[in-house]
Each structure stands twice: as C-alpha cells, then as structure tokens.
C-alpha cells in the first residue's frame, strides 16, 4: 500500500516492486521465509498484470515450497494454492 494515500500498487509499479521483492531475496535458500513471499509478490503481480502465463511456474514453485518447508502452516499453505488457482483460472485450465 502507498504510504501516502492507502491505495493498493497496481499495474507496472506493483510489477516492478514483485522484481524488486524478488531480485532482494533471490540469493537466499529455499528454506528462506522471506524468498519464498517473494515469489509470491512477483507470481501475483504478474497475474494482475494479465500475464498469466509467466505467473504460473512462479506460483508452482511458491506453491511446491511452502507444502515442503511451512506444512505447519496451513493459511500460508492455503493461500499459496489460492493463488495457484487463480492463476489456473486466468488461463482457462480449472
């Protein structure tokens, strides 16, 4: 959210941000919480940037680590498959 006025980021600068995010946290392991919201940052701004088809292996791999490393945390867990969903959706394979 903007600091300034509360509106959510959209379009290219929620983009830019999810590259952002997930440039940060590229280096760091697997079993890094924080790469792994970045994959989720970038998986979803692509999708709401109509780019469906580029956020999908993001999400599966998003998806894929957080069953491996956060099993314990269902919500995470859930929210991730949502995603993965959605995005299925957006390309008409649901």
């Not at 440039?23 to 970045?38: N, Q």
């Not at 956020?55 to 993965?84: C, F, G, K, M």
Request: hydrophobic share 40%.
């Amino acid at each position: 959210r903007c600091f300034d006025c509360g509106q959510r980021f959209h379009g290219p600068v929620a983009l830019a941000l999810g590259w952002a995010c997930w440039k940060t946290y590229l280096g760091r392991p697997d079993t890094d919480w924080f790469r792994t919201a970045s994959m989720g940052a970038l998986g979803t701004a692509l999708r709401m940037s109509k780019r469906p088809e580029e956020a999908l292996p993001v999400l599966e791999a998003q998806s894929a680590l957080h069953r491996r490393y956060w099993s314990d945390d269902e919500q995470a867990v859930i929210t991730a498959q949502t995603n993965l969903a959605s995005c299925l959706a957006d390309l008409g394979r649901h």
